[in-house]
Structure formats: C-alpha cells, structure tokens
C-alpha cells in the first residue's frame, strides 16, 4: 500500500519560512520522480516544483528563487524548503510521487497572513 505522508504545514506571517516533508512508504522511492503541487481555493491544482531521481529540479517563475525542493533517499522523504512567503502561496500543498503510476498524498495547509 501506496502512502504519501505530507507535514509542515502551518500559518506563516509574511516573509517567514516554513519546511514542508513528505514520507513516502509502499514505493522504490529512489527511482521515483517527486513533486510539490499546491491548490487555493476556487484556482486548480498548480506545480511548486519537481525533482527527478536524478535530482534535478524544476521550479515555475512563481517559486523560483524561494522555493527549494530536496530529497533523501536513504529516509524515503521529499522536503520543500519555502522562504520569502507570501500571502499568495496560501494553499493547501500536495506531495506527488510519479513513475509507471501517479501517487497523491492527503495534503498540508499552508496559510501566510499576517
């Protein structure tokens, strides 16, 4: 049984830090491509960013320079370093592990206000 464990998550005022992880259990995680989506209310689902099992990483305009997506493979664990927050990366972020199949995880609220 495929899980995909998101933590981290949490309120934030602007400007602040916040370092997601994602557990992922059930998978050969180091052949695995993992990724960072977040979702807002009433807007779809959007990339943060990606690492391959290569680790290279890709990041839209949105997060680049903030954002940091790293794994480690001996813990089976995904993190996103988010620094610079801003009130618009309000959302609740999702972990994705991706090879033959696609994995979701449940999902953790981040909330940056002031």
């Known amino acids: 049984q495929v899980q995909l464990v998101e933590s981290g998550g949490g309120l934030v005022q602007p400007g602040g830090s916040l370092r997601l992880s994602c557990a992922a259990s059930?998978?050969?995680?180091?052949?695995?491509?993992m990724g960072w989506y977040r979702q807002a209310p009433g807007k779809q689902r959007e990339l943060v960013a990606t690492i391959t099992s290569g680790d290279s990483t890709n990041y839209p305009d949105s997060v680049r320079g903030r954002f940091t997506i790293s794994r480690d493979n001996a813990k089976n664990t995904v993190y996103l370093q988010m620094n610079s927050l801003k009130p618009e990366d309000t959302a609740v972020y999702y972990c994705?592990?991706?090879?033959?199949?696609?994995?979701w995880g449940q999902g953790t609220q981040v909330t940056v206000s002031s």
């Open positions: 059930g998978i050969f995680f180091s052949i695995y491509a």
């Open positions: 994705n592990a991706a090879y033959h199949n696609i994995y």
